[in-house]
């Protein structure tokens, strides 16, 4: 089912934990599939020596439905609990001016990012909708005072999306009223082009082959010492990362680049991805098993499977019961054990595609408006009532 004109008009404000920018995720998959004539103003989070740095930030950015906008804050505030509320009250105003300027009269409220929740309740909206992708609190760089944000989420959200089971199962502790598992998707016809004759791009043409690869963020959750280990173990195999580089482990980026057969080449488009998966010989997912990782629901595998891709991961509960699709490891040594097993296995395309077929973005994001249209239609029918 699809949800074109005939669905009535929505102003949307997207709170959003990431720039639009960045690497394309769920957050940009879901919006750009949301119906045309939705409304939707994408939040990105950011502030005043961001904004210095990057003063096209401040300017909104439009694509089709989508305009794209930063709220700025006050870094050092934001480390001080008892002072949070003067960002908080400066947010407000600055998203009351686009508000006019846009006007944005009584929006559905989307929440990533739980930092905004003070907003709930001081804009006319309509209703609040959660997508709860991560465990918030477990990263290192989240801020005390975040828990009291992001109960009031919990507390406040009409409707809660949840994209792993153990995210489900821990917040159905909570609450289990209007809370849907709606787990990651994937883009089976974009990634599916690695099995087909595309150029190879040329940074990794002449690389050595097996080539191990791997594609997303490197930053803390990533364990950096299977990468060196595969690297160790196997000096006649290449380890090719693509992805952007995080400045909290660039001592261990770094290290990484001293090895003869690592290649670290940074962020590359999301349209390039299956030109890069084609020549990798198989993929990993080489995860520290903590609060955060455990919550995930890593999009790579998706996209690694639609490659055509054989898969070596740590033992993510998402992954766990994809043995069938995937190699999984309990822990370092046997992750580089696998590592000739995995490169000498075909993946079973027919039962990754079976596998996939109902996790592509278009399903996911046809569940999570038919789910909002609904609950729209709820309070319409209470507030008339």
Request: with cysteine; charged share 25%.
């Amino acid at each position: 089912m699809d949800y074109p004109s005939e669905t009535k008009s929505i102003d949307v404000v997207c709170f959003s934990d990431i720039f639009w920018d960045s690497l394309w995720q769920r957050h940009q998959h879901l919006l750009t599939g949301f119906p045309s004539n939705w409304r939707i103003l994408f939040i990105e989070p950011t502030s005043i020596p961001v904004l210095l740095r990057q003063p096209h930030r401040l300017f909104t950015r439009n694509e089709k439905n989508i305009s794209i906008v930063s709220l700025p804050s006050f870094p050092l505030i934001d480390k001080f609990k008892s002072l949070r509320w003067i960002n908080d009250s400066f947010i407000l105003l600055w998203l009351r001016l686009i508000f006019r300027k846009q006007n944005i009269k009584e929006p559905l409220l989307f929440y990533y990012e739980p930092r905004y929740s003070s907003l709930i309740g001081k804009l006319k909206e309509t209703m609040v909708v959660f997508d709860y992708i991560d465990d918030k609190l477990s990263f290192s760089n989240v801020p005390s005072w975040m828990k009291i944000y992001l109960d009031r989420l919990i507390e406040k959200a009409n409707i809660i999306f949840v994209a792993s089971s153990y995210l489900h199962q821990n917040i159905t502790k909570h609450r289990e009223h209007n809370v849907h598992f709606i787990g990651n998707g994937v883009d089976i016809d974009h990634f599916k082009e690695a099995m087909t004759d595309i150029p190879i791009p040329d940074d990794v043409k002449n690389i050595k082959k097996p080539i191990v690869g791997y594609i997303g963020a490197l930053s803390d959750w990533v364990d950096f010492d299977i990468i060196e280990s595969i690297a160790r173990e196997y000096p006649d195999y290449s380890v090719v990362l693509v992805g952007p580089e995080f400045p909290n482990v660039k001592n261990k980026i770094d290290s990484l680049k001293e090895f003869p057969n690592i290649f670290v080449f940074g962020k590359k488009p999301y349209e390039e991805l299956p030109n890069y998966l084609k020549f990798f010989d198989t993929c990993i997912i080489p995860f520290k098993i903590n609060d955060l990782t455990i919550s995930s629901n890593p999009v790579k595998f998706y996209e690694y499977i639609a490659a055509g891709k054989s898969v070596i991961s740590t033992d993510l509960p998402e992954i766990r019961n994809c043995n069938d699709l995937a190699y999984i490891a309990k822990n370092l040594d046997i992750f580089v054990t696998m590592v000739p097993l995995a490169l000498n296995f075909h993946q079973n395309i027919n039962l990754a595609f079976n596998f996939l077929e109902k996790k592509t973005w278009k399903n996911k994001k046809n569940s999570m408006v038919e789910i909002i249209m609904q609950k729209l239609d709820e309070l319409d029918k209470s507030n008339n009532s």
